[in-house]
């Protein structure tokens, strides 16, 4: 056995077990990785050694005071049962907070209340539930195991990609939706993350219809533009692809805020480094770049794709139209494919000017190789009027070049964490994260065939509509 190093404790504390005849104190070492216990302290033979992973499961124990709930104990897997091991509320909510996303956690109905449907479907549900202790409201995703254990072999690995990736990008709360805590109970598995009370984009464009207009002030374009390549910056540097950027995938943290736009649904998020990608013909009919619709078996797309979206975003901020028209699935589609974008559009030097078309053509170029990134979109002179004094979040972020060129993310480490078990994607409703209610009216449907095209999440069965190919769908396809 490896000598055991102390100096690498992030913190410590003295716990109890409790036995019939005469309670035992413990010695806790809390690690990165890992928890030891012992009856002595600095022991090189610890009673307990548990490694941290998402198949070891920590259950909780509350307690009601005066003063609120505090946690009593909590119990840690010991061979084929579970040991508790009580300890201070202080000491015990420290762990806790540092092992969420390091471990799952079991009995939700005692860390929540009050649990509100807001959405579901065949495969799964949707709640708001108020944290216990906090009492603040969070969002939780739910499944059935034996729905997961139904999936193919593809969805399971992007139902594992997609935890991986939101475990990783939790460290930016303010430029993705922020995956909390993971759940399982006998015959579900959880997902917490924060609850977002602010609309979507989209939703933001039905409002403006409904005051008859089509845009916002060309200054809030540009603060949403800037926010959204903010976000993307931040991904991309992780070296990470979303690939279902649209509008109904932004969301406002904050309500009449714009700068608080962030990322949410990564169902068909991917890292780019990786040599397979799962659906690698995936994304939203009209938001999609061309090398995705082009790819072959051996050749891969990078973050430039994000680019090519986030492009279609920016005209229908700037013109209040889809760049990609059409009545049906199918005519998007095929528009889509075809990629045909007209540039002349009629200068008016507020919302169109010689800066914004700049730009615009800079991010729908149909070759990625001269598509233009995040970090340098985010320099161009479009942007040079805002005021980052009145908009201190919009300030450019300072990346470092070398990084963003040379750092990749530990294949050992993100091989783990693909092992890791994560939810397949809901649904938006009551403004949450996952809109099931624009889905139903949406005229877009979605197609599941591992061998065609995918919109929105191939996990989501809330979302699920197989759509019968047309001449137009089989043909472009091909």
């Not at 005692?110 to 603040?136: D, N, P, R, W």
């Not at 995938?249 to 649904?265: A, C, E, H, R, Y």
Request: hydrophobic share 35%; net charge positive.
């Amino acid at each position: 056995m490896d000598q055991i190093d102390y100096s690498q404790v992030r913190f410590s504390f003295i716990g109890t077990r409790k036995h019939l005849f005469k309670d035992k104190q413990y010695y806790v070492y809390v690690f990165d990785d890992s928890l030891l216990m012992g009856i002595i302290p600095n022991t090189q033979n610890p009673k307990y050694q548990i490694k941290f992973g998402i198949n070891i499961k920590f259950r909780w124990t509350l307690k009601k005071t005066k003063e609120g709930w505090i946690i009593e104990s909590f119990y840690f897997p010991y061979k084929k049962s579970a040991k508790p091991l009580f300890g201070s509320n202080d000491d015990l909510q420290r762990l806790k907070e540092f092992t969420n996303l390091k471990v799952t956690f079991e009995n939700m109905n005692e860390l929540y209340q009050q649990f509100q449907l807001i959405g579901q479907g065949s495969s799964g549900k949707v709640f708001s539930a108020i944290h216990t202790i906090e009492q603040k409201i969070y969002a939780i995703k739910s499944i059935q195991k034996k729905q997961l254990k139904s999936q193919l072999d593809q969805n399971q690995g992007a139902f594992k990609m997609q935890v991986s990736i939101l475990k990783l990008l939790a460290k930016y709360p303010d430029n993705f939706i922020t995956l909390k805590e993971i759940y399982e109970g006998e015959d579900m598995q959880c997902l917490v993350t924060t609850f977002l009370e602010g609309p979507t984009l989209i939703e933001e464009f039905e409002r403006l219809k409904t005051k008859n207009q089509k845009r916002f002030s060309s200054l809030e374009v540009k603060i949403i533009l800037k926010k959204l390549l903010i976000n993307l910056a931040t991904l991309h540097q992780n070296r990470i692809i979303h690939r279902d950027l649209k509008p109904e995938n932004l969301m406002f943290k904050i309500k009449g805020d714009s700068t608080t736009l962030i990322l949410v649904d990564f169902g068909l998020a991917t890292y780019e480094s990786f040599e397979m990608l799962f659906y690698p013909k995936c994304g939203t009919p009209g938001y999609v770049a061309p090398e995705i619709f082009n790819i072959k078996s051996t050749s891969k797309y990078s973050t430039k794709v994000d680019i090519f979206s986030c492009g279609c975003i920016f005209y229908k901020l700037l013109t209040g139209n889809n760049i990609f028209y059409g009545e049906t699935f199918d005519e998007v589609l095929r528009q889509n494919k075809k990629c045909q974008i007209d540039f002349n559009l009629p200068i008016d030097q507020d919302y169109i000017t010689e800066y914004s078309i700049n730009l615009l053509q800079k991010m729908l170029l149909k070759n990625p190789i001269n598509r233009i990134n995040a970090f340098d979109a985010l320099n161009h002179p479009y942007f040079r009027d805002i005021n980052t004094n009145i908009y201190p979040s919009l300030r450019s972020l300072q990346f470092n070049e070398e990084i963003y060129e040379d750092e990749e993310i530990n294949n050992e480490k993100r091989e783990e964490e693909n092992n890791y078990i994560q939810l397949p994607k809901t649904s938006r409703k009551c403004q949450l994260i996952w809109n099931l209610s624009f889905f139903q009216q949406n005229s877009q449907k979605t197609v599941f065939d591992t061998n065609q095209f995918i919109e929105y999440d191939p996990l989501s069965g809330l979302r699920f509509v197989k759509v019968k190919q047309s001449p137009f769908v089989s043909q472009v396809l091909e």
